[in-house]
């Protein structure tokens, strides 16, 4: 019996072109009324997922990749860099990198980014603040760099020590996410079971990318999307149609109705 749904955004309940249809709206106001809680796990910020928050009905968000869990307004989980560890991650990034490397950092919520307003062209993002992160001066969240080096990116995370720090790439995007060790979707999911008094293997989650890998094995069901990377479709109990098919919503109707949103 599955009592509570976990979803991915990017590559999965997201379009292509970042929107949420109707369909997965009223998908996810299904499950609810059959006394199943459904919420976003991300790793976009609280900041960023503001506007989807008012659009979807949801009972809980982890955001940040599992740094932070948000279960109506209260904050059950926090995992995030102190000062010191963003400051000092912030200069072996510029020593390591370059001084033109792009990076962003993610707080509960604010989304702080050392590209300026007029050069930035992603939808992700538009409600960033700049900041060249050279005296930053509030603890990180998670940092994002704009590589796919796995030489610069294992040298930035033996900063802080490999004991310390989680670190992983996007697959559709040249980016690296930089997290502590414990700011992962499946310490989320953990702090999410206890607090709710909810065993895992009564949880489904769907997923597309490397990040999602351990939460798709962690939950009784896991579900990789159409479009998701190979490595997640291995570690799947299911493959969903993809993202632009809704496949989080057909797979919801199917199993609370027993047929097809096609069909509703």
Known sequence: MIK??????????????????RNTEEAFSLARKH????????????????DYLEQVPTDFLVANGGASVMVGNECIYDCGFSLEETRKLFS???EICGDDIEMTADMKDALYWNRRKFEQNYVYARDSVYDDFRNFTKPAMKICVHTWDDQKAMQIASVLGSDSIDFIKFSDIPWYKFSKKDATKEKA??????YLNIPTDQMVSFGDDFNDIGMLKMCGKGIAMQNAIEEVKRCADEIALSNNEDGVADWIYRYIDGHSSEQL
């Open 189 to 194: 999911i953990k702090a999410l079971s206890d």
């Open 35 to 50: 006394g199943i809680l459904v919420g976003f796990c991300t790793s976009r910020s609280g900041l960023n997922v503001r």
């Open 4 to 21: 509570l749904i976990l979803s991915d955004l990017d590559g999965t309940l997201l379009h292509d072109d970042k929107t949420i249809s």
């Open 92 to 94: 072996s990034i510029y």
